[in-house]
Nanobody, 125 residues
């Protein structure tokens, strides 16, 4: 059974930075394309960023492009999301997800096989 555990969330002022981590266990992370999604209260879960199995391809939502960077360290079985220039509208519960399919970069929640429990990010004004 694959397990994903997110960490690194917290409270930060607007303009600040956070780095989220997603530790994968049960199977090597290199078997999966990985992604980050987020969900704010009262809103649907939305795509944030994705990275291919080998790390050569990355994908971003327009709302975070240029501010967030997704990366992975397959040797450590960990995926990261570096978030800079944070805005209050980035406040949400952030989820890590794993996709075992052939193609990378999916923005659809139903295409991901495994999910973490989420880590809260709160950006104050």
């Amino acid at each position: 059974q694959v397990q994903l555990v997110e960490s690194g969330g917290g409270l930060v002022q607007a303009g600040g930075s956070l780095r989220l981590s997603c530790a994968v266990s049960g199977r090597t992370v290199s078997s999966y394309h990985m992604a980050w999604f987020r969900q704010a209260p009262g809103k649907e879960r939305e795509f944030v960023a994705a990275i291919s199995k080998g790390g050569s391809n990355t994908y971003y939502a327009d709302s975070v492009k240029g501010r967030f960077t997704i990366s992975r360290d397959n040797a450590k079985n960990t995926v990261y999301l570096q978030m800079n220039s944070l805005k209050p509208e980035d406040t949400a519960l952030y989820y890590c997800a794993a996709d075992g399919d052939y193609y990378s970069g999916s923005r659809r929640t139903y295409e991901y096989d495994y999910w973490g429990q989420g880590t809260q990010v709160t950006v104050s004004t």
